[in-house]
Nanobody, 127 residues
Framework: QVQLVESGGGSVQAGGSLRLSCTTS????????MGWFRQTPGKERKGVSY????????YYVDSVKGRFTISRDNAKKLVYLAMNNLQPEDTAMYYC????????????????????WGQGTQVTVSS
């Protein structure tokens, strides 16, 4: 049974930092690229960042470039999202997701290309 479990969310003031973690189990982690998505009520889930199965390639949505950093530890089957200089517009539920490395032809931000999802962790940034 595949499980993805996010942690590290919370409430911070603008300018603060958080580090999200996603613990995985039940999958051959090294075969999967990982993504972080976020969603606010009434809106669609949007891609925030992506990291390839080897960790050698990463992408970010423009609004978080220079502030967020994605990383992974294949030995521990973990993926992280370090978030700095958080802003109120970063407030959302954050989800990690896994897709097979063979899905690389699909845009990294395409939620439908991800096979497994976590339950999410809430990030709230106050001004």
């Amino acid at each position: 049974q595949v499980q993805l479990v996010e942690s590290g969310g919370g409430s911070v003031q603008a300018g603060g930092s958080l580090r999200l973690s996603c613990t995985t189990s039940g999958l051959n982690f090294a075969d999967y690229a990982m993504g972080w998505f976020r969603q606010t009520p009434g809106k669609e889930r949007k891609g925030v960042s992506y990291i390839s199965s080897s960790g050698g390639v990463s992408y970010y949505v423009d609004s978080v470039k220079g502030r967020f950093t994605i990383s992974r530890d294949n030995a521990k089957k973990l993926v992280y999202l370090a978030m700095n200089n958080l802003q109120p517009e970063d407030t959302a539920m954050y989800y990690c997701a896994a897709r097979l490395k063979t899905a690389y032809l699909s845009p990294w931000s395409q939620a439908g290309s991800y096979k497994f999802w976590g339950q999410g962790t809430q990030v709230t940034v106050s001004s």
